[in-house]
């Protein structure tokens, strides 16, 4: 029996070298090899090639040694396959350091921690799929005015004081981390008996009852009961094959799952509809692969603290279901205070807020080979760092392409960004670093077909700065525009202390900031020639395109964090394969 999920994908592997390699961006090149792929090659986003393999399909080895865990065990058997435990709770703290811990298909409804002193390999039994869950069933219903009334019901969970940046005024309900399914689907909150309508419930907690809006005859009504699924504190530990749903877990608490020691991997999991983040890793050389985080009420994934972080191959979808601000922290992914994290290969769709976040002093990361569409605000957002490399990543659909905010040494290539409202923004604010050394090479940027911000804004909000202040530099890059009347602002520049430039042509940022000397412009007409089909999600070249060969070669650092020739004739947009 392989020691991997039953569905293989043809994806590339390599890590991508971090922090590091940041250095040779700048290297000499040696002469050109053969050409990079071009775009010819990329062929349609198909999410089914991100994230878990479904629940109930992978394939993990067993050990002959393994201690078995099933929901109609016994705690006072001997954990074997023919007599297994029945919780994990009990077989984290029972089986040897070193064990390999198989749970048979089932849900759990527990919360469980890993303690330090046990090294333990948790994972799904072959071909079964588990389930921990947060939520137990609720009966005894009662019809009551248009609504159903289960009476003798106290929430375990309160809101608490929250900072206020952390919610929206429009949704209140948002740091309140109680949740109720039927049949699965999360019903809403409201914070009024009078606002039940279908589809949502009210927890009332003078009355001490549950109300929903929805007759729950026939069906199966779950209220979650518990905060937190999984605490992960022994180091190098895996967790692989299982699903965590259902936890109310309050933002306070960050994510349901934790990872609290160092060497952590998480594969093929799925963390689906819990209150705040489905996994929170705050420890070093952690990774996250194949997994699913979808439907979370705050974010998929939240880091902070944790060093050399890999997310590769990971489904990050619908998530900020509760939304929060995007101000402060949510959407599929935000890491703080981490170096040398790459994100590597993953989607990041639909989601209520940002797409891919770092901040905070998160340096010497690569976000590369993403896709991150329809998410409600940036696709890719990098906030008070140093030393990032954003490469042959699509970013589609999104408010914003990429914004890079008070961060300094960054090299934005390859990227092809289509159908965001601004494609690039670079900004300088009041917080540190002051933004500095920032390269724009080979992107597509293709904006949304109507709107009056322009494609890219490089601005400072305290107006003190220019762009030739900040070393903001961009060039051989491609722009579309369907309509120079829909869509009649190419760039912004500032231009402080004598304020801002706003220009409508190509001409005009290459005479007033003198840069995209030769960069490519269409406009005015009704394909974009740079795209194959992004309606499909063939982000890449279409066959035949003069780009394929029109690119900067790249850098060593770039190549070799790629995984392309150094110093070839390189495509302008996206390099295979995504």
Not at 99 to 127: D, H, K, M, N, W
Not at 452 to 472: E, H, K, N, Q
């Amino acid at each position: 029996m392989p020691n991997a999920p039953i569905r293989h994908r043809a994806r590339p592997l390599a890590l991508g070298l971090l922090a590091s390699l940041v250095a040779l961006v700048v290297a000499c090149e040696p002469a050109p090899t053969e050409p990079v792929p071009d775009g010819r090659e990329v062929a349609a986003v198909d999410p089914a090639d991100y994230g878990a393999v479904p629940l109930g399909e992978t394939a993990y080895l067993v050990p002959v040694d393994a201690r078995w865990v099933s929901p109609d065990g016994d705690d006072a058997g001997p954990g074997t396959a023919e007599q297994p435990w029945r919780t994990l709770g009990h077989a984290v703290v029972t089986a040897p350091g070193g064990s390999t811990v198989v749970l048979r298909g089932g849900t759990y409804p527990e919360t469980v921690e890993v303690p330090a002193t046990r090294r333990l390999t948790l994972q799904a039994a072959p071909g079964e799929a588990v389930w921990m869950s947060g939520s137990d069933e609720v009966t005894g219903w009662v019809a009551e005015g248009g609504a159903w009334v289960r009476p003798d019901f106290v929430s375990p969970f309160t809101a608490g004081s929250l900072d206020p940046s952390l919610v929206n005024a429009t949704f209140p309900m948002a740091g309140d981390p109680d949740m109720a399914f039927l049949d699965d689907a999360p019903l809403r909150q409201v914070g009024t008996r009078a606002a039940v309508v279908p589809g949502t419930f009210f927890v009332d907690d003078l009355a001490r009852a549950l109300v929903i809006g929805d007759d729950p005859t026939g069906r199966r009504v779950e209220v979650a009961v518990r905060a937190e699924a999984l605490n992960v504190k022994s180091e190098g530990s895996v967790v692989r094959g299982i699903g965590f749903r259902h936890y109310a877990t309050h933002i306070s608490r960050l994510g349901a799952v934790k990872a609290r020691a160092a060497g952590i991997t998480f594969e093929n999991d799925v963390f689906a509809d819990n209150a705040a983040a489905g996994l929170s890793v705050m420890a070093p050389d952690a990774r996250v692969l194949s997994s699913t985080a979808t439907g979370n009420g705050q974010l998929g994934i939240h880091a902070d603290g944790a060093d050399r972080l890999v997310v590769r191959d990971t489904l990050l979808r619908g998530n900020n279901r509760e939304r929060f601000a995007a101000v402060a922290s949510s959407g599929g992914i935000k890491i703080t205070r981490s170096d040398g994290v790459a994100l590597r290969d993953n989607l990041a769709e639909d989601n209520l807020a940002h797409g891919l976040w770092m901040d905070m002093g998160s340096d010497g990361g690569t976000i590369v080979r993403n896709v991150s569409r329809r998410n409600f605000a940036s696709g890719i957002i990098i906030e008070m760092s140093l030393g990032e490399v954003v490469a042959s990543n699509v970013s589609a659909d999104n408010e914003a392409g990429i914004i890079i905010a008070e961060t300094s040494t960054v090299e934005i290539w390859n990227n092809t960004l289509v159908g965001n409202v601004r494609s690039v923004t670079v900004v300088d604010g009041r917080r540190e670093p002051q933004p500095v050394d920032i390269n724009l090479r080979n992107n597509v940027l293709a904006p949304r077909d109507t709107g009056s911000r322009p494609s890219l804004i490089v601005d400072d909000v305290t107006r003190t700065r220019s762009g030739a202040d900040m070393r903001v530099t961009s060039d051989r890059n491609a722009y579309y525009r369907r309509s120079t009347a829909d869509a009649p602002y190419l760039a912004a520049w500032a231009n402080y202390p004598s304020g801002k430039w706003v220009m409508r042509t190509l001409a005009e940022v290459q005479s007033k900031t003198g840069q995209e000397r030769t960069t490519r412009i269409t406009e005015n007409i009704a394909t974009n020639p740079y795209v194959a089909d992004a309606a499909t999600g063939r982000y890449g070249l279409p066959a035949g395109s003069p780009l394929a060969t029109a690119g900067v070669a790249l850098p060593g650092g770039i190549a070799a964090i790629l995984g392309v020739p150094t110093g070839a004739p390189a495509p302008i947009g996206v390099l295979p394969p995504i």
